[in-house]
């Protein structure tokens, strides 16, 4: 690629786009958001205005199809992600799709396949993984400091949803574990370093099919648990959490998903306790950045298809447990 700017389009006027896109645009060199489409033009028009985005396309099929535009950010709702990441990537187009990847493990092996196809890139915007705060769990879990791993938990519960979001209908991939337990898994697949199946799972619902809560119980090869907890209608006020314990002691994080507004790491041994905060950018900047550098100079990114792939089989799995419909079935 040359040098230019890296010019990208966004799909739809999700909120997510100005913390994920918008802001860190703004801090990372030679990327431009050059281009919005959403099915309300008002809208659209409205947000380029605010946002100084140039140019707006009447439809999702208009903007994919401009030949400016390099890369597609889509925060569309979960339903709609393999639909459109498909047709951008067989448009030519790079994409920073959204969590939770699809639907389902069968649409993210087909979005992977576009992708495959076209010899574009495809990532999942977990944005917690891209911050310093992430590699540094990781480390002091495989120093052996606790000792050896023997249960791992992760824990997003929070009472902010407003009636009739999106996130609460079946029919938009909609569901606590879509929206929070894919962080949940996430995590805990990333620290355990394998990937777990799902022994047990217990949903309790808003609606029929979907999850307003959801405790799952993991189990990997070599006898390490996990338990998992999401919410979006949680009697907390907030639970964001992980812990690991190991035969030597435990290590706690409070909020590993979005740690630049706050966060602390705790490690509890037989020779004492001790605690420590990572600092970094946002975790939004620090994946814009790995994206460009992806692009740019063939880095290597940790939520790739592959990756996005594994986490739906997991989700996928807990929805079967728990008696429900897997998303888009």
């Not at 705060?133 to 992760?154: M, P």
């Not at 079946?170 to 355990?192: E, F, K, N, V």
Request: contains cysteine.
């Amino acid at each position: 690629m040359t040098m230019t700017p890296l010019r990208m389009g966004t799909l739809g006027v999700a909120r997510i786009t100005t913390n994920a896109l918008i802001h860190p645009a703004r801090l990372v060199a030679d990327v431009q958001v050059a281009a919005i489409a959403a099915r309300d033009a008002t809208r659209a028009r409205a947000f380029a205005a605010r946002h100084a985005i140039p140019q707006v396309h009447r439809n999702y099929d208009e903007l994919l199809a401009d030949p400016t535009i390099d890369a597609i950010y889509n925060p569309l709702p979960n339903s709609l992600h393999a639909e459109w990441t498909i047709r951008a990537l067989r448009a030519g187009k790079h994409v920073l799709c959204e969590k939770p990847f699809a639907n389902n493990a069968a649409e993210a092996e087909a979005m992977a396949q576009a992708a495959s196809e076209s010899g574009r890139l495809l990532m999942e915007a977990f944005h917690y993984r891209y911050h310093p705060l992430a590699a540094r769990l990781k480390t002091i879990v495989d120093s052996g400091e606790i000792g050896a791993v023997q249960h791992l938990e992760a824990h997003f519960c929070t009472p902010s949803v407003r009636p009739g979001n999106i996130r609460m209908r079946y029919d938009l991939g909609g569901g606590a574990t879509m929206d929070l337990g894919c962080y949940t898994i996430h995590l805990i697949r990333y620290l355990a370093g394998a990937e777990p199946s799902v022994t047990r799972a217990e949903a309790r619902l808003l609606a029929p099919q979907v999850d307003r809560w959801m405790e799952a119980e993991l189990a990997f090869a070599d006898g390490r648990t996990a338990r998992m907890t999401c919410s979006l209608l949680s009697t907390h006020l907030l639970r964001l959490s992980a812990r690991v314990i190991g035969s030597e002691g435990e290590l706690h994080v409070w909020n590993p998903i979005l740690p630049q507004l706050w966060h602390r790491i705790t490690v509890q041994t037989r020779h004492g306790k001790r605690s420590e905060r990572v600092p970094g950018e946002s975790t939004y900047t620090h994946q814009l950045r790995a994206f460009v550098a992806a692009l740019r100079d063939g880095a290597s990114i940790p939520t790739g298809a592959a990756d996005a792939i594994a986490n739906m089989r997991v989700i996928d799995a807990i929805y079967d447990q728990a008696g429900l419909k897997r998303r888009g079935t």
